[in-house]
């Protein structure tokens, strides 16, 4: 059973940084995509980055997150980390890791949109907040 569990957030004063880890465990393949979401209260789900379990070198970020935060992987790749620096207020949401495969369709560098199909896994999250 494929698992994934988030930690690292915290209470940061903007222009802070946190790094969030999402350790990853039951995955017999490599072809996942792992995604990092965030929604915070009243708004959407919004997709923050995605990087390819079985090629790291290939990452998205959404608008929002460009110039500012940086997602990676361990060299084992069951652990995947999303740098956070210059942090704003409106970065303040529940942050939350799934994954989906095939990595190709679910972190594809040529679409700006960011989702997950019904059979793809969650994360509880880590509650990111951070103040003036």
């Known amino acids: 059973e494929v698992q994934l569990v988030e930690s690292g957030g915290g209470l940061v004063q903007a222009g802070g940084s946190l790094r969030l880890s999402c350790a990853l465990s039951g995955f017999t393949f490599d072809n996942y995509a792992i995604i990092w979401f965030r929604q915070a209260p009243g708004k959407e789900r919004e997709g923050v980055s995605c990087?390819?379990?079985?090629?790291?070198?290939?990452?998205k970020y959404a608008e929002s997150a460009k110039g500012r935060f940086t997602i990676s992987s361990d060299s084992t790749r069951n652990t995947i980390y999303l740098q956070m620096d210059r942090l704003k207020p409106e970065d303040t949401a529940l942050y939350v890791c799934?994954?989906?495969?095939?990595?190709?369709?679910?972190?594809?560098?040529?679409?700006?949109?960011?989702?997950?199909?019904?059979?793809?896994?969650w994360g509880q999250g880590t509650q990111v907040t951070v103040s003036t």
């Open positions: 990087i390819r379990r079985n090629d790291r070198s290939t990452t």
């Open positions: 799934a994954a989906d495969w095939p990595s190709a369709k679910y972190c594809n560098s040529t679409s700006s949109s960011f989702e997950i199909g019904p059979f793809g896994s």
